[in-house]
């Protein structure tokens, strides 16, 4: 299955900053996503990237806050913008490949906001 | 919203099979059921999918019931290492994957 590459693991940032993460992947894939996962909860999706057009975002994140590029088949960003502390959370990455119908996610990036 | 619904919490005692149930009743013809596991801090990690047939691989048991409105994962002999949160999926239109709220497992020794 394919390898995902998250970066930064985890960060610090004060509010009204914004942070971009990164979501490199080792094989051309079909499908990208982005999670949200707060403290002690499930994972929440935020949108699928999709490559060279905008990102399809679900109900309650907008492209204002939550900005999604998709440049090629293995790289996508996420961006936290004009962040609070409700923001605190782990940020994930998930791939779906062609042949296999599997869904690999990345480690996370754990972001907190003071 | 998630199509799932799953116990909050479950225990195991090591060594003996961990069954999983999951209820998943408004499922449509065409999605398919995957399930996925997180340990602690880390991302989660697939286990086994299957569309209407039982599935077995070498972490897991899938039975899916004939009117595919539940399933049940089958640990077949659990470890500490199985310690973890699992979670039951139905794979909606789009390919996209939403998490229910899952089950907390505890393989006691």
């Known amino acids: 299955s394919a390898v995902i590459s998250q970066k930064p693991s985890r960060d610090i940032c004060q509010r009204g900053t914004s942070l971009t993460i990164q979501c490199q992947v080792d094989?051309?894939?079909?499908?990208m996503f982005w999670y949200r996962q707060q403290p002690g909860q499930s994972l929440t999706l935020i949108a699928t990237?999709?490559?060279?057009?905008?990102?399809?975002?679900e109900s309650g994140f907008v492209i204002d806050k939550f900005p999604i590029s998709r440049p090629n088949l293995t790289f996508s960003t996420l961006t936290v913008s004009n962040m609070s502390p409700e923001d605190s959370s782990i940020y994930l990455c998930?791939?779906?490949?062609?042949?296999?119908?599997?869904?690999?996610f990345g480690s996370g990036t754990r972001l907190t906001v003071v | 919203d998630a199509k799932t619904t799953q116990p909050p919490s479950m225990d195991c005692a090591e060594g003996r099979a961990a069954n999983l149930p999951c209820n998943h009743s408004t499922i449509s013809g065409n999605e398919y059921v995957y399930w996925y596991r997180q340990i602690h801090s880390q991302g989660p990690q697939y286990i086994i999918h299957g569309l209407k047939n039982n599935e077995t691989n070498e972490m897991a048991s899938l039975i899916i019931t004939e009117d595919r409105k539940s399933s049940t994962l089958i640990l077949p002999h659990a470890t500490l290492r199985d310690t973890a949160v699992y979670y039951c999926i139905v794979r909606v239109q789009g390919g996209k994957l939403i998490f229910g709220q899952g089950t907390e497992l505890s393989v006691k020794p």
């Open positions: 094989s051309q894939v079909t499908m």
């Open positions: 998930s791939v779906r490949e062609g042949q296999f119908y599997g869904y690999t």
């Open positions: 990237a999709n490559q060279g057009s905008e990102a399809t975002y």
